[in-house]
Each structure stands twice: as C-alpha cells, then as structure tokens.
C-alpha cells in the first residue's frame, strides 16, 4: 500500500511551461515533507522540503504548494528548462520513526527545448 | 557537503552468489538506509540502521541481510542472489529524526544477477 501517491507518472512541457506534480498522503502523523530530483545514473538529490505549518516553499524556480486539510502538496517549476528534464520524487516522514521516509513512485519530467 | 559514497556503480553476479554491496557517509550520521529503486514502483525500503549494530527491516527485507559494524559503513547482503534482485540500489544517511533531516543518497549500485 502506497503511503505517498504522486502523480502524474510523466510530464512532458515546452521550455518556459509550468510543470506540477501533486503528491497526496492519508497519514496526518507526516510531519515533513521534502522533494527530491533525480538524473539519470545518479541518486536522489534534496531539492526543497516543507513543514506543514507553511502552505508554500519558494526556493528559486521551485515552489512546493502545501494544503493541510486536503493532505496534499505539489511541486511547481517556473519557468522550466530542458536542464530540469529529471525524475521528481515527493516523500514523507513520521516524526519519531527513526526519520524513515515515504516515497511516492516518482515522476519523469521532459522539458523539450 | 554531506557525502555518501557506494563502492560499485555496477556489478554483475550469477544466481546463488553472495553479494555485498557497501556504503559510506562521511557525516558522522546516525541513520543509514538501503532501498532498491524499480522503475514505476520508486524507491522501496529495505533495511535501516539507526546506530551502530542496530538494524530493522523495512518494507522488502526477504533475501537481504545488513551489517553495520562502524558508524560510516552500512553494507547490504544478498545471501542468495536471485535474478528478481537485479535493480538499482541505493544507500541513504541523514541526521537524527529530531532535527528535521533530510535523507542523503549514494549515486546507486546497478546490480544485475545472471
């Protein structure tokens, strides 16, 4: 059973074009939740992370959208580049469970120049 | 930065083997982690270790093993090697659950059992 459900699978845009990917959870013991970017024949790097106590991260072009009540977020890219082509993944964790994290199955992201 | 480093970009074993895969954080990390990443299906937990000879499975932990005998140094065990092994696995660390920690991840071992 998947803790985490992100979707969609793939995404392909235009540079310039806003991609979103949304992640949904049912768990309401999360209490962090960061999203990671991944390129081929690399590991998952951190890119930005959220508490649920703020509804929105800015980190540069990245923006992580978080609604509380509907145990949804959503990661935003502005202005996206064929250099943000990657796989995105949301996570989760339970405070007190030795920081395990939840992942969702991940989405491929296609910038087309 | 935080570093963790896994000795194998790729390796190739045939079924039966016994395989170690091994991993190395320099951050002085309480917490290590072993996932196996499958396309489609994300990154799945396979065991964790939150201390020195510590260790708990995670979600998949049939046909592995783990050793932690030193704080920088978790290694993964594959006692048996099986063809439904060959995935890409992927080694994490972070700091303690209190402070907000992100995980860290190696650059993955591909792992093909033949």
């Known amino acids: 059973q998947q803790q985490v459900k992100q979707s969609p699978q793939s995404l392909i845009v235009q540079k310039g074009g806003i991609p979103i990917i949304n992640c949904a959870y049912e768990?309401?013991?999360?209490?962090?939740f960061p999203w990671y970017q991944q390129f081929p024949g690399k590991g998952p790097a951190l890119l930005i992370a959220i508490r649920p106590d703020v509804s929105e991260k800015k980190e540069g072009r990245f923006t992580i959208s978080f609604n509380k009540s509907a145990k949804q977020f959503s990661l935003h890219i502005m202005d996206s580049q064929p250099g943000d082509s990657a796989t995105y993944f949301c996570?989760?964790?339970?405070?007190?469970?030795?920081?395990?994290?939840?992942f969702g199955s991940g989405t491929k992201l296609n910038v087309k120049p | 930065d935080v570093k963790v480093t896994q000795s194998s970009r790729y390796l190739v074993k045939r079924t039966g083997e016994k395989v170690f895969l091994e991993c190395v954080q320099d951050m002085d990390h309480e917490n290590m982690f072993w996932y196996r990443q499958d396309p489609g299906l994300g990154l799945r937990l396979i065991y964790f270790s939150y201390d020195v000879k510590m260790k708990e499975k995670g979600d998949i932990p049939e046909g592995y093993s783990v050793s932690r005998e030193k704080k920088e140094r978790f290694s993964l065990i594959l006692e048996s090697a099986s063809t439904n092994q060959t995935s890409m696995y992927l080694c994490a660390s972070s700091g303690r659950d209190r402070d907000y920690q992100p995980q860290h991840f190696g650059d993955g071992t591909r792992l093909s059992i033949l």
């Open positions: 996570a989760a964790r339970v405070r007190g469970n030795f920081n395990k994290f939840y």
């Open positions: 768990n309401t013991a999360f209490d962090y």
